[in-house]
């Protein structure tokens, strides 16, 4: 009898995804940007598993580089989902906890439901396999789940061989199974591929379970959760299921989303409270967003974090390596990379500030840039705290601008500037007077010229 304690997970991953019309293996391909697989172990390690084992197909050396530290599975010929389970054997030899068996295609599954699973298994020892179902708007061509009378499932039918009775079953297979370890590989190995498709399926384990007198049980999930990808449009579709899910979960936390639809989440992304995110603003992987920021439309956030109190946009860039400390701000077509910004300091418009260091309360003017790069090697700027740098300015690195400092508009700094000195690269200013007058003459007679 399987201990209760113990549990294990399998995570199907052999498919090479051939609508996908893709290189890379469909369980590669990000929602959220994680992969699906990443998705799938993500919520297998939130159970704590004793090992999770990713079976794989052969030649798929990204997959499994990808799924690392966790152990790799070769399902050496391609012959249905029961096939795949027990390529796994080999790793559960004398194993007698439960086992959990899900799909790197479906990355909508929760940690929850996957609990649930493993929880209803548990609750009598006559029970050896637990199957998620659920009962969707259009059951269309889903298996059908065939319960018996005392509530166990006796059979999962597909439709194509489904009676029209059984075509009238509203709950279909959701895919998961929860099976008793030191039974589990046994079931599998009985399971035959008389079908049309000459494969062996996950399907037909409780027929085979009942046999040894142990019977399966049902876990209805939501219909979200078994969606799978098979096609770019699948991906996309899922993309935006999960989308809706972030959204929720951040608004839910105390985030104010002024266009919801428009605002696109990472799986990682954390917002703090009281945080107001306008339209059409773009999260990559490895944002904190404090309490009480204030992000305009049209922003887009990578690798950054930003303290409590900031402004960022509209149209503002925030690139990886980007701290933005207490009350600053980031405006209207600024970028930075890897750019530590200070309290209170602010860079409104029209800036680039790349491997930079802004002190408190600094102002960085309208079209100032920090040339960070020779061709080669990239170079450190440093902005001590309250200096101002006029608009237009040029910050050649390394270059260090002292606390206090100004740079006048328009200059180019190529040497150190020393605290609350003042310094400027600017050619004298020469003034011509009556010269517009002849200048506008003689392009007007040039201009005829050209005209005879």
């Not at 046999?211 to 959760?225: L, M, Q, Y």
């Not at 605290?419 to 690269?425: E, H, I, K, R, S």
Request: charged fraction near 20%; include cysteine; charge should be neutral.
């Amino acid at each position: 009898m399987t201990n209760s304690k113990k549990l294990a997970c399998i995570i199907l991953a052999a498919g090479k995804g051939t609508r996908m019309k893709s290189a890379l293996p469909k369980p590669l391909h990000e929602i959220a940007g994680r992969s699906m697989v990443a998705h799938a172990i993500a919520s297998c390690e939130a159970l704590n598993p004793e090992k999770i084992v990713v079976v794989i197909g052969p030649d798929m050396p990204q997959m499994a580089d990808a799924v690392k530290p966790h152990t790799t599975a070769i399902q050496a010929v391609a012959n249905g989902t029961g096939g795949a389970a027990l390529a796994a054997r080999e790793h559960f030899r004398n194993f007698d906890g439960d086992i959990l068996v899900v799909f790197s295609d479906t990355p909508l599954v929760t940690s929850e439901t996957m609990q649930r699973m493993v929880e209803a298994r548990r609750q009598l020892p006559a029970i050896g396999l637990t199957y998620s179902a659920f009962r969707p708007a259009d059951p269309a061509k889903y298996g059908r789940m065939v319960m018996d009378d005392d509530g166990t499932l006796k059979k999962i039918i597909e439709w194509k061989d489904a009676s029209e009775a059984e075509r009238k079953i509203t709950l279909c297979n959701g895919g998961i199974v929860c099976g008793d370890g030191a039974k589990l590989f046994d079931w599998l190995s009985q399971v035959g591929n008389d079908n049309a498709q000459k494969e062996y399926y996950l399907t037909d384990l409780p027929q085979i379970a009942r046999k040894d007198n142990r019977t399966t049980h049902v876990v209805e999930i939501s219909e979200d959760e078994t969606a799978g990808v098979n096609s770019r449009e699948d991906l996309a579709n899922i993309e935006a299921l999960m989308q809706q899910r972030l959204r929720r979960k951040h608004m839910a936390n105390g985030a104010t989303l002024t266009d919801p639809a428009s605002v696109f989440f990472s799986h990682d992304t954390i917002i703090g409270q009281d945080v107001t995110i306008g339209p059409n603003v773009v999260f990559g992987a490895g944002v904190t967003i404090a309490n009480n920021v204030e992000i305009l439309p049209f922003c887009h956030i990578e690798g950054a974090i930003v303290a409590e109190g900031a402004q960022v946009g509209p149209f503002a860039r925030l690139r990886p390596g980007t701290v933005m400390g207490a009350d600053s701000k980031v405006g209207n077509f600024v970028e930075t990379k890897n750019a530590q910004i200070g309290a209170g300091a602010k860079a409104s418009h029209l800036s680039y500030l790349g491997d930079a260091t802004i002190g408190d309360r600094a102002n960085i003017g309208a079209g100032t840039i920090t040339c960070n790069y020779d061709g080669y090697l990239k170079h450190k700027t440093v902005v001590g705290k309250d200096a101002f740098i006029g608009s237009n300015s040029a910050l050649v690195a390394p270059v260090t601008i002292g606390d206090g400092a100004i740079v006048g508009a328009g200059s180019t700094i190529t040497q150190d500037v020393a605290a609350d000195a003042l310094a400027l690269t600017r050619a004298p200013q020469v003034a011509k007077e009556g010269w517009a007058p002849v200048f506008r003459e003689t392009k007007k007679k040039e201009k005829d010229q050209q005209k005879k």
